[in-house]
């Protein structure tokens, strides 16, 4: 080095006497680098018969002298990471020893053989020129380092000028590129101690993390021979969580540099499931669109396949960003310019593909998604299956009016009542089949224009979704055709249960205990559960009261009408799970803690334009509860039925209960509400002792854990093809 040179050099400032090779930068205007500690006699560890990682500094054949990149290339690669405002690295070694100090620099623009590079920090600046000689530049390149050894052309205590050679080696090639990464905090857990820190960088194979002592427990504790759970966090939101291996360390005692590696590379999101959708692979096929949670880069891949509930993409093998247990908290799934799905996905799996060594697929399951958004993406996948199958697809009002009356799903007498507020059901009809209200979801099955088949979900409680099979045909085609909306339905909801946005915990149908074809269906789903608490069948009788009719308007004396408290629910709970043991009581709201919460879904009904209201009222005789009446009210033809609009008895203590308590309780609730008739469903029906009641219809209450989908699922899919290879026996028997 020329002597003026190393005059600037004895001017700067004293230094301290430790050596730093990796320094925590402090300062939030200085840079940060990406580095994994250097191995010593002391971070150096076991590799786990069970890694996956190579050595992380295995260095390739171009290390051993073998030319492997002209300059060109590497002045492009220096221009690029300064327009990033990123570093790159100088190795200094000691003249008499082996031992090295690694300086970071921040490039100029590079042209020629010419680089100048302004120094990071300063400290221990001078023992580093005085008592070391420059051994080589680091330069990063994705997965791998470019290294070169230059000459110095001059040195300060600002910069420093170098000389760049005509050739360079690789170094450090690695399976997978590492990303830097910035404000991702992180949990290390291992034997109920908690170390805190960052996420320096990471690859899909391994983390680089810095735990720092003041925030965390002594480093004395950790075990280097433990597995460990790691937890990363960005703004409060968990977007990683999983069990690691050490694979070595170093650090002081103010910090502690850790790189750790996964050990699971497939995650259980869910419970194992029998039956799977099926996954469609769409022409042209849609991309998922999201910022990294790491790295906060976008990132966009190709959907290979697609269905309900999640998707798969590919990635190249040295490029991967996706690793299992990774959250995306606002993933797009982007079909067309102004056709966009908004998600929260989390990688399940990510394996080598058999037919190309150099791609990784990505198994991404939707954690939760917009109830209407996902209602689209079904729509489109069900058209995939079914083309004659719509859901909630614009609607023809007249062809579907003219639908409901010709398979009489509007019979005379029901009529004969809801005539006089046709242009109210009209209005209520129109906002539900054309502007799709999460709360209401309907299914078509339409065959060259002509609507064939129907059926409807609508929320009514609070976790809980009414099914209504509209269609009274029973012959084969029909058959058919009904069997293929519940498959439909089926689909929506084996596809939806698991987003906390869909509210579907339950799923509710009522239907007349002589209807061959639903008996069939549902016993079956029921019998093969072969579990209460994931299916079950009650029985309901129904009548119409009319207030006119002289039954009961004077209550006996020692009987009351009251408000429902969480005691009185508490005696019902008890009544039924003796009596039944099904899910009534939770499908229904009727659990003591539900009272809290009783106008939440009525508030949301009020907000999209409709009425839903809802009471709980106690008949108590001589202080002991005798029956808990849960009273309905809807718009006026919100379902053809009458489920929505009724009075439902509860009926505890049906020994002691007479006739007379019961039908002033009825008259009471029909003179407060102003209404001259109410449908009534009367549960248990066989009340027996003094209480007789005639019943119009026994109607079966059907009710699905959706937990226990599997079960519906396979049902309807073993129905579907039962039916059809009969069909197709028909057929061809005619045809003989």
């Avoid at 690695?174 to 109920?192: A, E, F, T």
């Avoid at 005639?694 to 854990?705: A, G, K, T």
Wanted: net charge positive; aromatic share 10%.
């Amino acid at each position: 080095m020329k002597r003026d040179n190393q005059n600037e050099i004895d001017d700067m400032e004293p230094a301290g006497k430790k050596h730093i090779i990796y320094k925590p930068i402090s300062s939030k205007n200085e840079k940060r680098v990406k580095v994994f500690p250097n191995p010593t006699t002391t971070s150096q560890l076991k590799v786990k018969d069970e890694s996956k990682l190579i050595n992380l500094n295995e260095k390739t054949v171009g290390s051993t002298g073998k030319k492997s990149g002209k300059m060109k290339y590497l002045v492009d690669r220096i221009n690029y990471i300064n327009f990033k405002d990123e570093t790159i690295l100088i190795n200094f070694q000691h003249k008499a020893h082996q031992h090295k100090v690694t300086k970071h620099v921040l490039p100029h623009p590079c042209k020629g053989d010419q680089l100048i590079c302004d120094w990071l920090d300063i400290a221990d600046l001078i023992p580093a020129i005085k008592n070391y000689r420059l051994q080589e530049i680091l330069v990063p390149d994705d997965n791998k380092v470019l290294m070169f050894k230059p000459k110095i052309i001059s040195a300060n205590k600002k910069r420093i000028t170098l000389k760049i050679p005509n050739q360079f080696v690789e170094i450090n090639k690695r399976r997978v590129k590492r990303y830097d990464c910035h404000g991702v905090d992180v949990q290390m857990i291992q034997n109920s101690i908690i170390y805190c820190g960052e996420l320096l960088d990471f690859s899909t194979m391994a983390f680089h993390i810095r735990l720092v002592q003041k925030s965390s427990a002594t480093f004395k504790w950790i075990n280097s021979n433990a597995k460990v759970n790691l937890i990363l966090t960005r703004d409060k939101d968990i977007v990683y969580s999983g069990e690691c291996y050490i694979f070595k360390q170093s650090g002081t005692t103010q910090y502690r540099d850790i790189v750790l590696e996964p050990m699971n590379f497939e995650i259980q999101r869910f419970k194992p499931k029998e039956y799977r959708t099926t996954r469609q692979e769409l022409v042209p096929s849609p991309d998922a669109v999201f910022t990294h949670p790491f790295t906060q880069k976008s990132v966009q891949l190709k959907i290979i396949n697609i269905s309900g509930s999640g998707f798969s993409v590919e990635e190249n093998k040295e490029d991967a960003v996706l690793l299992p247990g990774l959250v995306a908290p606002n993933a797009t799934l982007k079909f067309a310019k102004n056709f966009v799905l908004q998600c929260r996905g989390q990688v399940v799996y990510s394996k080598i593909d058999e037919d190309q060594d150099d791609t990784v697929k990505c198994g991404i399951t939707i954690l939760d998604m917009d109830s209407n958004d996902h209602m689209d993406l079904l729509a489109m996948l069900g058209q995939a299956e079914d083309s004659h199958s719509y859901l909630c697809d614009r609607v023809d009002m007249e062809a579907l009016w003219d639908f409901f009356f010709k398979n009489g799903m509007i019979y005379s007498r029901n009529y004969e009542m809801l005539h006089k507020y046709k242009d109210e059901i009209k209005k209520t009809y129109e906002s539900l089949y054309t502007c799709n209200p999460h709360i209401a979801r309907h299914f078509i099955y339409q065959d060259k224009g002509a609507i064939r088949g129907h059926m409807a979900m609508l929320r009514f409680y609070e976790k809980a979704w009414l099914l209504f099979m509209h269609d009274a045909r029973s012959d084969g085609a029909q058959a058919l055709q009904r069997l293929a909306l519940l498959n439909q339905i089926a689909r929506y909801v084996y596809e939806s249960y698991s987003f906390v946005s869909a509210n579907l915990d339950f799923l509710i149908n009522y239907y007349d205990s002589n209807d061959s074809f639903s008996t069939s269906v549902f016993s079956s789903i029921t019998r093969n559960t072969r579990s209460l608490k994931g299916c079950s069948i009650d029985q309901v009788g129904y009548f119409l009261y009319f207030r006119d009719s002289g039954n009961g308007t004077a209550m006996p004396e020692d009987n009351v009408l009251t408000s429902t408290h969480q005691e009185d629910l508490a005696v019902l709970d008890s009544f039924y799970e003796n009596k039944s043991g099904g899910l009534l009581i939770q499908a229904l709201d009727l659990r003591p803690e539900s009272i809290e919460g009783m106008n939440r879904l009525s508030n949301e009904y009020s907000l999209l334009g409709f009425k839903r209201k809802r009471y709980l009222l106690t008949l108590r005789g001589k202080g002991q509860v005798k029956a808990i009446f849960m009273i309905n009210i809807s718009d006026i033809g919100l379902n053809m039925s009458d489920f929505t609009s009724c009075i439902q008895a509860f009926v505890v203590d049906w020994k002691n209960l007479s006739r007379d308590a019961l039908f002033a309780s009825f008259y009471r609730i029909c003179r407060n509400l102003k209404k001259d008739s109410m449908p009534v469903f009367v549960y248990p029906p066989n009340c027996g002792g003094d209480l007789t009641l005639s019943f119009e219809q026994i109607f079966n209450l059907w009710i699905l854990n959706t937990q226990f989908t599997d079960q519906f699922y396979k049902q309807v899919k073993l129905l579907t093809q039962k039916h059809a290879d009969y069909q197709k026996a028909d057929r061809y028997q005619k045809n003989e």
